[in-house]
């Protein structure tokens, strides 16, 4: 069956007739979204997004080794195919390059980062010329056969700010038939995001929907996460296959679902989870009073697999002398240089550094410098901007002394 680069159709629903037994149909597809292809995160190093631009493209190479494995009839890409209609050619291109290489036909829904409007970049020079055979842009919406007995519902975005539940809009046009129907969507819905947003899909009509067999599956984007909706076991979002978030946001991202349907003698339907994102997005908190605290997370974080590819966010609570938020400092430097990124969690994070005469003992500070350290003391027994530079003054009068010791032995 040939496919056009855009999906131009008009929504004509094919006749369902009315047969005294419906058919026996199956199809396996993947349902996937979210890639956000082009996604750059603030806290990573130049050398760091690279390799995480590169593992977000990789994604689309294990998804068709997936659809071959799994006998997958055609892949779904439920939204957000692209961040924004502002990204660069070389990305756009190694993303067709890669969608090229899946033994299937692979649909692309626009979503709210790229939706179908005059500056998409499905209408871009490099997309139009570059787009291979076997991926279709969904652009109008409606009902387009994929397959002999199976349709997809298409529900498009062409605008950023939609004023009505697209997905809902679709659903209510349809009536029963003996099709497989699959519903391809994208936004949040009013069982997780409730709010006044107009496009929020609703998911009451959704079930009722699939209750009376008029739709088989509803796939979605939008949210990050692989989640099933409601109580059908038919409503899901597939989440993005790479991370994006840190997971007090994201539980389980990473993934593409590998959707079974069966309707006519039997209507069954199986929703199988494959793990495809390599990147972790981590939180992790810790009390630290003394040397010992400091050493169980240096463990903590030396254990931790594949560094490169794990962002930390770190929340520390608790309080600790000079010396000891030195030796601090330089494990998390030193964890730095080994992990993707390691960012602080300032939301969890309440770490106060005390300034004690023990700091300075033994380091032979005398003169000048016995006399600015006690000045220093003084000034970082307080609180505010002018104690915490007093604390790092004295650290700083520390490691010199210390460095100066060691020099003259």
Request: hydrophobic share 45%.
């Amino acid at each position: 069956m040939s496919a056009s680069l855009f999906d131009e159709l008009p929504f004509d629903e094919p006749p369902s007739g009315t047969p005294a037994a419906e058919p026996d149909r199956a199809v396996t597809f993947l349902h996937t979204a979210d890639w956000q292809l082009g996604m750059t995160r603030h806290f990573l190093s130049p050398d760091a997004q690279a390799l995480f631009t590169a593992d977000r493209l990789a994604t689309l190479e294990r998804m068709g080794e997936i659809a071959d494995e799994v006998g997958a009839q055609f892949v779904v890409a439920c939204g957000d195919v692209f961040e924004d209609h502002r990204v660069s050619a070389r990305i756009v291109s190694q993303a067709l390059d890669r969608l090229r290489g899946i033994p299937v036909p692979v649909y692309l829904l626009p979503g709210n980062h790229d939706p179908y409007d005059a500056a998409s970049i499905y209408r871009s020079e490099v997309f139009t010329k570059r787009c291979p055979p076997n991926v279709t842009v969904l652009s109008a919406p409606g009902v387009r056969e994929v397959a002999d007995g199976i349709d997809l519902v298409v529900a498009p975005w062409s605008t950023k700010s939609p004023t009505g539940d697209l997905v809902g809009e679709q659903v209510a046009r349809l009536t029963r038939g003996d099709r497989i129907r699959i519903v391809v969507g994208h936004g949040g819905t009013d069982r997780l995001v409730p709010g006044s947003d107009p496009a929020i899909v609703a998911v009451d009509p959704l079930e009722a929907a699939v209750r009376s067999s008029t739709v088989d599956f509803v796939a979605l984007g939008d949210r990050h996460s692989v989640t099933d909706v409601g109580g059908t076991g038919r409503i899901w979002y597939s989440g993005a296959p790479e991370v994006t978030n840190f997971d007090d946001v994201e539980t389980r991202p990473g993934r593409v679902l590998a959707v079974s349907l069966t309707r006519g003698s039997t209507q069954t339907a199986t929703v199988d989870e494959h793990v495809v994102g390599r990147w972790r997005f981590t939180s992790m908190t810790a009390e630290i009073t003394g040397a010992a605290d400091i050493e169980a997370l240096a463990a903590r974080l030396d254990e931790m697999p594949d560094k490169a590819r794990t962002v930390v966010r770190l929340g520390l609570v608790g309080t600790v002398s000079v010396v000891d938020d030195e030796a601090l400092t330089e494990v998390l430097d030193a964890s730095a240089d080994r992990f993707a990124a390691l960012v602080r969690w300032d939301s969890h994070d309440d770490l106060h550094v005390v300034a004690d005469p023990a700091d300075l003992a033994g380091v032979g500070l005398r003169g000048y410098a016995a006399q600015a350290a006690d000045e220093l003391l003084d000034a970082a027994a307080g609180t505010g901007p002018e104690a915490a530079a007093a604390r790092d003054a004295l650290a700083l009068l520390r490691r010199l002394a210390v460095r100066d010791r060691k020099a003259a032995k």
